[in-house]
């Protein structure tokens, strides 16, 4: 999968005389979210189920592929950077009355590690990611679903300053960032061991705790 969250970055903060491409798929993108959106700000404790609705909407999961294209076509220097600027969204949700600095460091990890694979070992990450859709479905379709809830979280919180909406998305956000770190470890795990162990891994370690003491990560 290629780096949704990047889309959740304004497109204001992207402005290169490539990205123009990316920006007018952007603003087609984000008219196609609005209603799931609006559903987020109105009951974020609902976006699985509004984030599994919008797998189901091939036109709009047609335009998150083309926007994601684009991105990838921007410096790999720029694409770190607009990573980054996420964490300007810790003093948002402080002022909300809520911490999701940890939250934070997790997703920008997760999109991190997986720029990296693509720039730089995409042939083996594309392995990986074929094995881990084909092999264990029903872990992927978890997946698919977090992240899918973590990006329109975050694309939620640019379309609201009232502070009870802030705190209840970051509260979603750090309920969401534990599931998605687990996935970020089991996909390095995967990466440089056999597909048939990191299988076992994910059936016996189900939380990011369990899985950095199988793996031996501090």
């Not at 809830?149 to 502070?163: G, R």
Request: aromatic letters at 8%.
């Amino acid at each position: 999968m290629s780096s949704i969250s990047l889309a959740t970055v304004p497109s204001s903060t992207i402005v290169t005389r490539d990205s123009s491409a990316y920006i007018s798929l952007y603003i087609k993108l984000l008219e196609r979210l609005k209603p799931y959106l609006d559903n987020i700000l109105e009951k974020p404790e609902k976006v699985e189920v509004i984030a599994e609705k919008l797998l189901k909407d091939q036109h709009t999961m047609d335009l998150i592929i083309l926007v994601n294209q684009e991105v990838l076509k921007l410096p790999e220097d720029l694409l770190h950077k607009i990573l980054s600027s996420l964490y300007t969204l810790v003093d948002v949700f402080k002022e909300a009355g809520v911490n999701v600095e940890e939250a934070l460091d997790i997703i920008i990890e997760h999109e991190e590690w997986k720029l990296n694979q693509i720039f730089k070992n995409f042939g083996k990450y594309a392995s990986m990611i074929f094995d881990f859709f084909t092999k264990c479905p029903e872990d992927a379709n978890r997946y698919t679903i977090v992240y899918m809830s973590v990006s329109l979280l975050l694309l939620a919180t640019n379309m609201t300053n009232e502070l009870d909406k802030l705190k209840a998305i970051g509260e979603e956000l750090n309920r969401f960032s534990e599931e998605l770190e687990t996935y970020t470890l089991t996909f390095m795990l995967a990466m440089d061991e056999s597909f048939e162990k990191e299988s076992n891994v994910i059936a016996t370690a189900k939380t990011s705790e369990e899985l950095r003491r199988v793996l031996e990560i501090d």
